[in-house]
């Protein structure tokens, strides 16, 4: 397992921008491919945007889209969610959640970091 640190998250107006950072303690985080889930109270998890270990392949949420990207930066361990545009339904806590390229599932998670976009 991957210890996951994300930080940034906060209030801000509709329409406003944050940036999301995780940082990963590992010697291999190149090898990992890294998402961002959120969970909204009432609403199940879901994957917001993933990037590949490499950086060659994202996806994001069709309610992002457009809006949210999400970049990586091995050196520094650290994994990003810029959002922009936000929207009150953007509140939720956001995860950042780590996965070997060779497997199917995320084996490790952060705490989380809270956004709440006002109304």
């Known amino acids: 397992q991957v210890q996951l640190v994300e930080s940034g998250g906060g209030l801000v107006q509709t329409g406003g921008s944050l940036r999301l950072s995780c940082a990963a303690s590992t010697r291999t985080f190149s090898n990992y491919a890294m998402g961002w889930f959120r969970q909204a109270p009432g609403k199940e998890r879901e994957l917001v945007a993933l990037i590949t270990s490499n950086g060659g392949s994202l996806y994001y949420a069709d309610s992002v889209k457009g809006r949210f990207t999400i970049s990586r930066d091995n050196a520094k361990n650290t994994v990003y969610l810029q959002m922009n545009s936000l929207k009150p339904e953007d509140t939720a806590r956001y995860y950042c959640?780590?996965?070997?390229?060779?497997?199917?599932?995320?084996?490790?998670w952060g705490q989380g970091t809270q956004v709440t976009v006002s109304s």
């Open positions: 959640a780590a996965r070997l390229s060779t497997s199917l599932t995320y084996n490790s």
